[in-house]
């Protein structure tokens, strides 16, 4: 069976060395980068099934990567960040990043993110038949998980996508934080509110008419998310 690639973006070789060995050790075929510029090099040609990428590179930051990457890829994206300010973290997962991890990092979690990140992308839970939701003008094809909305294609990253399946899939019912985010996330992640918050917000963005009104994916205050059947006219 073939490895999966893992692109390792990180300018300090003490910090390369361990991540690359720990992936090596874990199964990963992997591939590394000093530099923005070297990082996309890199993505073209080896078409990793996963990324490491720290925030702070000589070049061009993470966040650049990240966004030139996304216009053309869903690949996962772990971004490394030194301060573990908020502000970094949810920058980065507006950007299109997938989960994040603070300098100084053990090997446990380093692992526990990217297993976590892996099952997330692998995992095609939520496959009821049929193969379409269809809500008002909003169709998910679950089949080829592609997104419609008044028949456009909007590009998802898959853990955009999973999110709006698992919410489809409760359509005109109030889902709890918590409940969403163990359910997308994992258990580890019941806590981390800033994860679903800017991931609804991106959800909006692509979904919405008017993102800062949304009709399809509503607000519960402090209690949670619903999707609704809007009816076509």
Request: aromatic share 8%.
């Amino acid at each position: 069976m073939k490895k999966p690639i893992a692109l390792v973006v990180e300018d300090e070789s003490n910090i390369l060395r361990f991540v690359r060995a720990n992936l090596r050790a874990s199964g990963f075929e992997v591939v590394s980068a000093m530099t923005g510029a070297e990082a996309l090099v890199q993505f073209a040609a080896a078409d990793p099934n996963i990324i490491v990428l720290d925030i702070m590179l000589p070049d061009f930051d993470g966040f650049d990567v990240c966004r030139h990457i996304r216009q053309v890829s869903d690949v996962p994206i772990i971004m490394i960040t030194a301060k573990g300010e908020m502000q970094d973290i949810v920058e980065g997962l507006n950007v299109g990043a997938d989960d994040y991890l603070r300098k100084p990092f053990a090997v446990e979690e380093l692992l526990a993110r990217v297993n976590a990140v892996m099952r997330r992308i692998e995992n095609d839970f939520y496959q009821p038949s049929p193969d379409q939701i269809k809500l008002g003008s909003l169709v998910i094809d679950l089949a080829q998980r592609r997104v419609f909305i008044n028949g456009q294609t909007t590009h998802l990253t898959p853990t955009e996508f999973k999110l709006l399946t698992y919410l489809a899939n409760h359509v005109d019912k109030v889902v709890p934080h918590n409940q969403i985010l163990e359910a997308i996330w994992g258990d580890e992640y019941r806590e981390c509110t800033h994860y679903l918050r800017v991931s609804i917000g991106r959800l909006r963005q692509k979904i919405e008419a008017d993102p800062g009104n949304p009709e399809y994916i509503v607000t519960c205050s402090g209690v949670g998310y619903m999707i609704r059947n809007l009816q076509v006219s």
